[in-house]
């Protein structure tokens, strides 16, 4: 079982609709990520929380809202998203040391988002 | 360009062979390259890290790295059809330590 948990593992939305998804991570550490995993295309940070600081924001479009109420949950709020959004969204995890990632980032299973 | 470059296969070797799997990336100022394997359905995990100029060897894994033409590989020595996966490159940079993968390498062992 991983460290990392994600849900929902699957969701489909309409343009309209706002949802939102959840990430929990039991590891005990201190920074945590999005990514966008969509296919034929490598996996695009969205966003870094670190001690519960955003600390990156990759340019992602603003009907993408990541909330980080603790060093161990993680939010993706979302609302009127396009067709192009569809992707597998992942939630990591990690432990800085000095500042610094170790570059070890411990995944969760993934929430697959269909937008229609 | 794009900053870490993968061919995405996919590689087919047969069982017992070696696979070679490459990686280039365009950021000089580069320290750290890491490689994750993910399994069709799952999640990315950590396999191998490296520093240094040169080998690393891990059981039937091997990471190489040269800096000078910024180049990084890993090789799996006896493949097994168990591993038959995405490999998937990534490269730490100067900003924040962050990661920017490749697309990934699809793997296929076949008996």
């Known amino acids: 079982e991983t460290g990392v948990t994600q849900t929902p593992r699957h969701l489909v939305m309409g343009m309209t609709n706002k949802k939102s998804l959840k990430c929990e991570q039991h590891?005990?550490?201190?920074?945590m990520y999005w990514y966008k995993q969509s296919a034929k295309k490598p996996l695009e940070l969205m966003f870094v929380y670190s001690l519960e600081e955003r600390v990156e924001n990759n340019s992602v479009p603003s009907r993408f809202s990541p909330e980080c109420p603790n060093s161990s949950h993680l939010f993706l709020h979302l609302h009127t998203l396009q067709p192009e959004d569809s992707a597998l969204y992942l939630c990591?995890?990690?432990?800085?040391?000095?500042?610094?990632?170790?570059?070890?980032?411990?995944f969760g299973e993934g929430s697959r988002l269909t937008v229609l | 360009q794009k900053e870490v470059e993968q061919n995405s296969g996919p590689l087919s070797v047969p069982e017992g062979a070696i696979a070679s799997l490459n990686c280039t990336y365009s950021?000089?100022?580069?320290?750290?390259f890491f490689w994750y394997r993910q399994y069709s359905g799952k999640s990315p995990e950590l396999i191998m890290f490296i520093y240094s100029n040169g080998d690393k060897e891990d059981g039937r894994f091997t990471a190489q790295l040269n800096k000078a033409s910024q180049y990084v590989s890993l090789l799996i020595r006896d493949s097994q059809p168990s591993d038959s996966a995405t490999y998937l490159c990534a490269v730490r940079g100067t900003s924040y330590g962050k990661l920017t993968f490749g697309q990934g390498t699809i793997l296929t062992v076949h008996p």
């Open positions: 990591a995890s990690s432990q800085e040391i000095l500042g610094m990632n170790t570059g070890e980032l411990f």
């Open positions: 950021d000089r100022g580069s320290q750290s």
């Open positions: 590891l005990g550490h201190n920074a």
